[in-house]
């Protein structure tokens, strides 16, 4: 366990009890943070002594933020449930590549003279329609070029592709699908029907083409060799009467994107970790509710995330709140290398433990304030608040840093507008009494300023921090504070306090409505209170009526002695004067 003795104000996360002898005990998770924060600040006011020993997490401590978990862990674990049935992607299914589409086959004429080609003549009726030009396109200059261009130079190599018959039984064979030699062999066989249809007999096989000799022009068309039904393709087109307009290509159908992989699926305990622990903080919870309750989630989340921090690339939320869990079961090197995990996956809160662990000597290695404040600083760059509030106060102290009272102010600014309340609290000390500054005052910082202590005193209590609810109460009925008084919020923000069973605020709230201040008077429910902050043992008589401006109320004096006499605590007459008597019972009636 490591204690820390001081003189100065407690804080969340440690049995506080404002005044001298304040003990620190690091029992499971924020305790640590505490720890880290109050130790630092009261080394400003006092003496510290940290004694870095095992912590003794079988004793549940009795301050405010200080929750253990049970310390045996359980006996069944949950094994990371990773899912391993991943379906594979949905194959590719390549669509038929549609055709193009070609113009008319014109079936080269049969020539007796070489040298002079036959021209074409228009298709006969019920032949394959003609090519048409685009609409809109300008086919003037294509009959000028049509005109006078000499197909001569056209390559020989090149063809045009039939078009298909029409005759489906021709075209296509069963099973398969038109390729290039299937469409060529197509075409053919339409040229021989134009001839029969022509002629009434298929066209004679022409002579094969022959290369021209050196120095003459090439032999514009040339009569395709053998069968015209081969494979090859036909070389050259006959000169056309008519103007051919552009070939419009057909456009290939659109190709489906594939179906997307299906996504991965996520470890269930990993969404039930997060679920039921709630956020990864490495701050300290604001009271001693906040404090249960973060307990209890912790317990409930320990199989999930125990379970989902041994999965393959866990979150670093999810290795932190393991980290904790492992803590809580005394486990403190399973917690330490959790959390070095998640600080590797730059989280703030992480950096902020593993700080905290060598300040205080959890640490593998035991205490290192080198290796704290580097830990610090890494969760400042991160935008932690908690690391931004330890490391503040370890410049109020200079313990691993220098003193430098400008920084620890900038660095609990920070913290406080990103809505840490410790952080809050801390700074509205800082201004109220120049807490942290060397001769308490700082002009060019603005210290001391009871207003702006003021206001982050509201903004720590409305952050659920009762200590700085009860004591900005205070200020608010005490005409030397420097703040302005208003009874009606001393009385609303003493009520936050009493309602969360804070034993001072109780009583606090009984002196309010003894005296009617900021409430309708009434003395019976004064005498009820006071009787509830003596039942808890941590009021003592003398105590008790803390800040009354004054003797006793007589009805609430009667009230009280009627109390005490129906508890056996009280023989003497019900006159209103609180002697030796009431006095006497009053101190059975708490314990001491």
């Known amino acids: 366990m490591v204690r820390a003795t001081h003189e100065g104000t407690a804080d969340w996360g440690i049995s506080a009890v404002k005044g001298f002898g304040l003990t620190v005990a690091v029992a499971m998770i924020w305790p640590l943070g505490a720890l880290a924060q109050d130790a630092a600040g009261a080394a400003g006011s006092g003496d510290m002594v940290a004694e870095a020993v095992p912590p003794d997490l079988d004793q549940e401590s009795d301050m405010a933020g200080v929750l253990i978990l049970d310390g045996t862990p359980p006996e069944v674990v949950l094994e990371p449930k990773i899912v391993t049935d991943m379906p594979g992607a949905t194959a590719k299914q390549q669509p038929p590549v549609a055709a193009e589409a070609v113009g008319d086959a014109i079936e080269p004429m049969k020539q007796t003279d070489h040298s002079t080609p036959e021209v074409a003549t228009a298709p006969e009726p019920g032949a394959p329609a003609a090519e048409l030009p685009l609409p809109g396109s300008d086919t003037s200059a294509e009959v000028a070029e049509s005109d006078t261009a000499d197909t001569r130079d056209a390559p020989q190599g090149d063809a045009v592709e039939p078009a298909p018959s029409g005759d489906p039984a021709q075209d296509t064979e069963p099973g398969l699908e038109n390729g290039p030699d299937r469409a060529e062999e197509a075409g053919a066989e339409a040229g021989d029907t134009a001839d029969a249809a022509a002629g009434g007999a298929p066209a004679t096989p022409a002579a094969p083409v022959m290369e021209p000799e050196a120095g003459t022009a090439p032999d514009p068309v040339g009569e395709p060799a053998g069968d015209t039904s081969a494979t090859e393709p036909e070389a050259a087109l006959a000169p056309q009467d008519e103007p051919v307009g552009e070939v419009i290509e057909a456009v290939p159908a659109p190709v489906p994107d594939p179906a997307p992989a299906p996504a991965p699926q996520a470890d269930p305990n990993i969404a039930a970790c997060l679920d039921l622990a709630g956020s990864a903080t490495a701050g300290v919870p604001a009271g001693a509710a906040q404090a249960a309750a973060r307990r209890a989630a912790l317990i409930a989340a320990a199989p999930a995330c125990t379970a989902a921090a041994a999965g393959e690339d866990a979150p670093a939320e999810v290795l932190f709140l393991a980290a904790e869990i492992a803590q809580g079961r005394r486990d403190m090197a399973t917690a330490f290398g959790l959390l070095e995990q998640a600080a590797a996956k730059t989280f703030g809160p992480a950096e902020t433990r593993l700080g905290d662990y060598y300040l205080f000597g959890l ?169 509830k902050a003596l039942e808890s043992g941590k009021v003592g008589f003398e105590s008790l009526r803390k800040g009354a401006p004054g003797g006793w109320d007589f009805e609430t004096a009667v009230a009280f002695q009627r109390i005490l006499q129906e508890r056996g605590l009280y023989d003497g007459a019900l006159d209103g004067v609180i002697g030796p008597g009431s006095a006497a019972g009053a101190r059975a009636l708490a314990g001491n």
């Open 363 to 531: 640490a593998p290695g035991g205490e290192d304030a080198t290796e704290a404040i580097a830990h610090y600083q890494a969760a400042v760059a991160l935008d932690d608040p908690a690391g931004m509030t330890t490391l503040a106060l370890m410049h109020r102290v200079g313990k691993g840093v220098a003193r430098d009272a400008t920084r620890m102010v900038a660095l609990l600014g920070e913290a406080a507008d990103a809505g840490y309340h410790f952080a809050q609290y801390r700074l509205a000390q800082t201004y109220l009494t120049g807490e942290g500054i060397p001769g308490r005052r700082d002009d060019g910082l603005g210290i001391p300023d009871p207003a702006k202590a003021a206001a982050f005193y509201t903004a720590a209590a409305e952050a659920g921090n009762i200590t700085a609810a009860l004591e900005l109460a205070a200020l608010y009925g005490d005409p030397a504070s420097g703040v302005a008084e208003n009874p009606a919020e001393q009385a609303r923000l003493t009520r936050m306090a009493s309602r969360a069973g804070l034993p001072d605020a109780i009583a606090a709230m009984g002196v309010l409505y003894e005296t009617g201040r900021g409430v309708a008077q009434n003395p019976g429910v004064a005498a009820g209170l006071y009787v």
